[in-house]
């Protein structure tokens, strides 16, 4: 009996631990660790259909589990800096775990790994794109005439114009897309926001942190760039407008100009068949925020 109250324990307990298993989403990377003798698998699509299996069975038992994303060049460097074998099991897990804690992941939630995969190379991307942009934006340093810290000053900006930007939006579900050309590689940033029952806009903080982020370095660089919104709510038109960045500040794009931009293609020039209940419009009135001006020196 009591042999029979310790398994029982022990079955409640392992519901408790939180599991991570880090994923090699494309082939390239399969391949790449295939090189190492102790990592049996041989066929990638078998392999995935084994972790789906494997997070199915965790799920169903009651398991939480993160998928993180497995980069093999990462893991080398990680060795390479512990001292560690790369070619046995315990060196992968021993990365897996520092993955749950600072690389991307995304929470294994019943989705099928053909949903599952693209969301956490989204998230992949976003954190790049964070951590890029964060590193221009510190070696802006501060302000040679009244030493102020130029990147903080302008992620102050940038977080009051998109709470404007949310404030004077229509009602609905809101797709903001910020993007910034003139720094070395071009940065594009997405937000989703959306309003819970009560009219409380919901945004999810790893986006809107880099969202704001982007924003700020290219209101701090004076980069080319713009930032467009897209509104939706049930029986009415979608509403898209948007700004381009001016200096410290959002310039507000005609309707014309936005109906351009989604209505002609990139590559030829020609044009294309604007959207059916859509509204190319002009944004909303921010005020002060949209046009004043943060450092400047």
Do not use: K, N
Not at 10 to 17: D, K, M, N, S, T
Not at 79 to 105: H, K, M, N, Y
Not at 183 to 206: F, I, K, N
């Amino acid at each position: 009996m009591a042999h029979t109250d310790h398994r029982t324990m022990r079955r409640v307990l392992r519901r408790e631990i939180a599991g991570t298993i880090g994923l090699l989403t494309d082939e390239h990377d399969f391949r790449a660790m295939r090189h190492y003798r102790t990592f049996t698998f041989d066929d990638h699509t078998a392999y995935l259909h084994q972790v789906e299996d494997l997070l199915r069975t965790r799920a169903a038992q009651g398991s939480h589990t993160t998928v993180a994303l497995f980069d093999p060049q990462e893991y080398a460097e990680f060795c390479a800096d512990t001292g560690l074998d790369p070619d046995i099991p315990s060196s992968r897990t021993r990365f897996t775990a520092q993955l749950a804690t600072t690389g991307p992941t995304v929470p294994y939630d019943g989705r099928p790994l053909t949903e599952l995969v693209p969301a956490l190379v989204d998230e992949a991307v976003r954190q790049a794109t964070w951590e890029y942009a964060s590193t221009l934006l510190a070696r802006l340093g501060t302000c040679a005439s009244c030493g102020e810290d130029i990147s903080r000053a302008s992620f102050i900006r940038a977080s009051q114009l998109l709470v404007r930007i949310l404030d004077t939006a229509h009602p609905g579900s809101r797709h903001l897309v910020c993007s910034v050309t003139g720094t070395p590689e071009s940065l594009v940033s997405v937000l989703h926001a959306d309003e819970d029952a009560d009219g409380a806009t919901q945004l999810d903080e790893a986006e809107a942190l880099e969202f704001t982020t982007v924003l700020a370095l290219g209101l701090a660089t004076h980069s080319p760039g713009g930032l467009v919104m897209r509104t939706s709510a049930p029986d009415t038109p979608d509403r898209i407008y948007g700004w381009r960045l001016r200096g410290e500040g959002l310039e507000p794009l005609t309707a014309g100009e936005v109906f351009d931009a989604y209505c002609t293609d990139v590559d030829s020039g020609d044009l294309i068949s604007p959207e059916s209940d859509v509204d190319y419009c002009a944004p909303p009135d921010l005020g002060d925020t949209g046009q004043g001006r943060g450092h400047h020196h």
